[in-house]
């Protein structure tokens, strides 16, 4: 064993840290970045029953975050104090904290945020006297306030953040980026406080003016501007109570789903909270209703009795702990899906197509567990052929074994030495297509059955691979452009990544405010949904903004263009179509499965059938 080097062994002593120092590792908790000391600001003006907060920001908030608001004020005696930790009015005793009705409690953030910026704070109360400031460096003790000229309400202003922790300030990403999560937060923010009107102000140029809303129609108003057109028309209002639970918002319908979970705002009593019992309640709700992988948008609130929840779970108060959490489980289900419900057809035109898509997933997702219990040998239950995709995966091991071996079988030196194989090709020729969904054909081993859509995926999704490897990806002109209403974040981040569509194939533009139009499309999808796949295209890019992440994640990208490019389950094939679909097959790498790790195909030998009809030989 090695001797410590400390030579006298004696131990290190303890010392108290300094409260400056203590302050900053606190720090790290909640002032992760420039949005996080908004986030805190935006809370303290709600608090202080502000209903108008102005936001102004310079550098992506690392050069100056300045928040005012129209609220109650600070008291001059304890402008000091506000900065001063663990100080906060809005909770005096224990028994307090277990019902707390501010977003606010700990005290925390002004000491936090002061001990890693140059801050000042003004304030001026309601009642018509004067206002104070004062000002601090790096969490040093603030001198005595000093007379300023200020309207009743607060003023904060933060600047040159992270500018005494050099370590921290590495890590903040680009302007744009750590801008954007800012702009997010506000986003947040205003979502659930509609009767405050909100401005943000970035390198002085006015991003969002957000009138305080009251009426049905500002409150529309104001998520469409946020969240989009498109969401206000393709989402239902909930609005229901029971037993002191209240849940209000809006739901997007099954259809207006998203390939990212980026539409997601839920509120606890004001609070956004990311919480796994809420996510698998609505998720719940939308079980069966949504395809595979796809996240439903929502923005959602839930009231309840400040007993009833336990917010000082998470140093960023983003959890909760609700007392009867199978109670707010069942009622978060029961709402959302009997609103869900409640949608006829009619509502989307789409929904109909998207039942033939759930259908045709509910048949694709036998397996697992069964296939388990049959894992004892090749045996299929003529039960299990009739639903054909429970067989044991052993066997398709096998199978897929056989196939590479006979695909390999037909290199060009082993065709001349077996005449009677050259001309049956390895996956067949096609006899049928099975309720939409399979192909059926005829192989010399006996019958192969291919998931067309499975199948259609993962060829297309190699072939764009290849294409855009070789330096980029055929592009089709539209017939007729086609416009469309997006966010106008989205329509921003079609301005700012034109080149991206570009090297994937589209020609994509902004064409107004809230307007996209898109003129060619890759040719590898001119059949398929291009509007639904422009949004998650973006969905995608508003989540790894960083356009190096988005070089890693184009086979992603590619990838969900694949699915959607893809023959959808219900469409009738031709023979013809089909044997061009079992040579494209033969001839893409990985075509045993799809993109998402699934088999495209499988196989059923005269012997298997024989043994289904107990036919000996
Ligand atoms: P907390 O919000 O947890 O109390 P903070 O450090 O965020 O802790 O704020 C400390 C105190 O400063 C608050 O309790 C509040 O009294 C006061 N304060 C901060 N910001 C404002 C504001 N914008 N308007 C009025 N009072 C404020
Ligand atoms: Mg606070």
């Known amino acids: 064993m090695s001797m410590p080097s400390n030579q006298t062994n004696a131990p290190l002593r303890i010392q108290r840290l300094s409260s400056q120092l203590a302050n900053q590792i606190a720090a790290g908790e909640v002032v992760e970045r420039p949005a996080s000391v908004v986030k805190e ?111 009743s309400g607060t003023t904060i202003e933060i600047r040159d953040l992270f500018y005494n922790t050099p370590a921290r300030r590495r890590f903040l990403r680009t302007e744009k980026t750590e801008f954007g ?104 709700a939308y079980r069966d209703m949504l395809y595979h992988g796809r996240h439903p948008a929502y923005i959602l609130n839930l009231e309840l009795p400040v007993e009833q929840v336990d917010v000082n779970v998470h140093p960023s108060k983003h959890e909760v702990r609700f007392r009867d959490s199978r109670l ?60 054909q995709s429970t067989i044991p995966f052993q066997v398709r091991e096998q199978l897929s074994a056989a196939y590479t071996a006979l695909y390999d079988a037909r290199s060009p030196e082993s065709v001349e030495t077996d005449n009677t194989q050259q001309d049956i090709p390895p996956l067949g020729f096609a006899i049928a297509q099975l309720q939409g969904i399979y192909i059926l054909a005829q192989n010399r081993d006996g019958l192969v059955i291919v998931d067309m859509h499975a199948a259609h995926e993962r060829i297309t999704y190699e072939r764009l691979k290849t294409t855009f490897d070789a330096g980029g990806i055929t592009s089709q002109p539209l017939l007729v452009p086609m416009s469309f209403d997006v966010s106008e974040s989205e329509a921003c981040l079609v301005e700012g990544y034109e080149d991206v569509f570009t090297t994937l194939g589209f020609e994509l533009q902004r064409s107004g405010p809230t307007t996209v139009t898109i003129r060619s499309i890759p040719a590898v999808l001119c059949d398929s949904r291009i509007e639904e796949l422009i949004r998650d295209v973006l969905a995608d890019i508003n989540t790894y903004q960083d356009s190096s992440r988005i070089r890693g994640r184009i086979n992603e990208i590619l990838s969900t263009m694949a699915c959607h490019g893809s023959v959808r389950a219900n469409r009738i094939l031709t023979i013809p179509e089909m044997n061009a679909l079992l040579r494209d097959m033969e001839h893409t790498e990985r075509s045993g499965q799809c993109n998402h790790g699934r088999p495209t195909w499988t196989q059923l030998s005269m012997q298997e059938l024989d043994r289904l009809f107990m036919r000996g030989r």
């Not at 606010?104 to 009642?127: K, N």
């Not at 397996?367 to 049959?374: K, M």
Request: hydrophobic share 40%.
């Open 41 to 151: 600001l935006l809370e303290n003006c709600l608090d202080a029953a502000a209903n108008m907060i102005d936001i102004d920001v310079e550098q992506g908030g690392a050069r100056l975050v300045r928040v005012r608001d129209n609220g109650t004020g600070i008291h001059k005696d304890d402008l000091v104090l506000a900065l001063g930790r663990h100080a906060t009015s809005k909770i005096a005793t224990l028994d307090e904290l277990g019902r707390i009705s501010t977003l606010g409690f700990r005290g925390e953030a002004l000491p936090s945020i002061a001990s890693v910026s140059r801050l000042t704070l003004i304030s001026a109360l309601q009642d018509g006297g004067p206002a104070w400031r004062i000002s601090c460096d790096g969490g040093s003790t603030a001198a005595d306030p000093v007379p300023a000229a200020h309207p």
């Open 181 to 284: 999560h800012l702009e997010e937060v506000v986003k947040r923010v205003a979502l659930s406080h509609f009767d405050v009107g909100f401005q943000l102000r970035h390198n002085r140029r006015v991003v969002q003016s957000l009138k305080a809303a009251t009426s049905d129609r500002e409150r529309m108003e104001r998520i469409a501007s946020i969240c989009g057109r498109p969401f206000m028309d393709n989402s239902v209002e909930v609005n229901d109570a029971i037993a002191g639970l209240r849940l209000w918002g809006w739901i997007g319908l099954p259809t207006f789903s998203r390939s990212q979970s980026d539409l997601q705002y839920f509120y606890v009593n004001g609070r956004i909270v990311r919480d796994k019992l809420v996510s698998h309640a609505i998720r719940q």
């Open 328 to 387: 707010v489980h069942d009622f978060l289900f029961r709402v959302i899906h009997t609103a869900l419900s409640g949608v006829s057809p009619g509502d989307s035109q789409k929904s109909l197509e998207s039942n033939a898509v759930a259908s045709y997933q509910a048949v694709d997702h036998h397996g697992g567990d069964e296939s388990s219990s049959l894992s004892s040998g090749a045996y299929i239950s003529s039960r299990d052929f009739q639903r």
